[in-house]
């Protein structure tokens, strides 16, 4: 079992920016492909970054490429989000993700959950 444990979020101003941590125990974490996703009230649960085990491959969704950007450190077991020049539509719960194998952009692919961290941008 695998346990998510996200930090890192809160307000910020529009233009602004916040760094994401998700940290796992549990499992051995290279063993893990890792993504982002978040869900704003009322709309589906959104992709935003994966990141394969070793790292050294990142995707991100349209909406946040080349202002986001995804990393892990497979030596203290966490992925961070890095998100830059923040937009109101940024808002949202982000949700740190995890699967065995393959790294994929589709939520119901991911096998673990972390609770959730809250991102308010203000215009």
């Known amino acids: 079992q695998v346990q998510l444990v996200e930090s890192g979020g809160g307000l910020v101003q529009a233009g602004g920016s916040l760094r994401l941590s998700c940290e796992a125990t549990?499992?051995?974490?290279?063993?893990?492909?890792m993504g982002w996703f978040r869900q704003a009230p009322g709309k589906e649960r959104e992709f935003v970054a994966r990141v394969i085990r070793s790292g050294g491959i990142t995707a991100y969704g349209d909406s946040v490429t080349g202002r986001f950007t995804i990393s892990r450190d497979n030596a203290k077991n966490t992925v961070y989000l890095q998100m830059t020049s923040l937009k109101p539509e940024d808002t949202a719960v982000y949700y740190c993700?995890?699967?065995?194998?393959?790294?994929?952009?589709?939520?119901?692919?991911?096998?673990?959950w972390g609770q959730g961290t809250q991102v308010t941008v203000s215009s």
């Open positions: 549990g499992r051995t974490f290279s063993s893990l492909s």
């Open positions: 993700a995890a699967k065995l194998g393959l790294s994929y952009s589709d939520a119901k692919l991911y096998d673990y």
